[in-house]
């Protein structure tokens, strides 16, 4: 798995700690109280899921943190987005997101074509540090 996310941090331009994915990775591979992972494409890909609740979208929602398959434009694409829409209504799932960076246009297209529409919102985020962590 850490193979394909060093790949996947490559491909997207994001700086790869095998210490940091691992500490993040393992909680998720436990149970699926915080995401779920999936191995996509004969493990040659992975999709990593995890969840919210928003009054806004009226419940579950599912953030699609990160996927990845190796082989692209060949409609694999497509049919794991298929199983996953599937899946994801299985588990309740009223709304799901997605980020992409900015530069990512191909990314952009395929999502579109796949039903997801560009938000006004704008992501914000803020690191918590250990400091902050260590105070609660």
């Known amino acids: 798995m850490l193979t394909l996310v060093s790949e ?3 491909t ?3 700086a790869f700690d095998p210490d940091r994915v691992t ?3 393992v909680p998720l591979l436990e149970d699926d109280a915080h995401g779920v992972v999936y191995l996509a494409d004969n493990e040659q890909g992975y999709v990593v899921i995890t969840w919210g609740y928003s009054l806004e979208s009226g419940g579950r929602e599912a953030l699609i943190d990160e996927i990845y398959l190796r082989r692209r ?3 694999r694409g497509g049919k794991v987005m ?3 829409f ?3 209504a299985a588990r309740g799932v009223v709304k799901m997101f997605l ?3 900015t530069h990512n246009h191909r990314a952009r297209r395929f999502y579109a074509r796949q039903g997801f529409d560009e938000d006004d919102s704008i992501w914000m985020s803020r ?3 250990a400091i902050e962590s260590a105070n609660r």
């Open 8 to 10: 996947f941090c490559i």
């Open 12 to 14: 997207d331009q994001h």
């Open 23 to 25: 500490r993040a990775l």
């Open 73 to 75: 434009g060949e409609g």
């Open 82 to 84: 298929d199983a996953l």
């Open 86 to 88: 599937v899946e994801m």
């Open 99 to 101: 980020e992409t960076e």
């Open 127 to 129: 690191q918590i540090s």
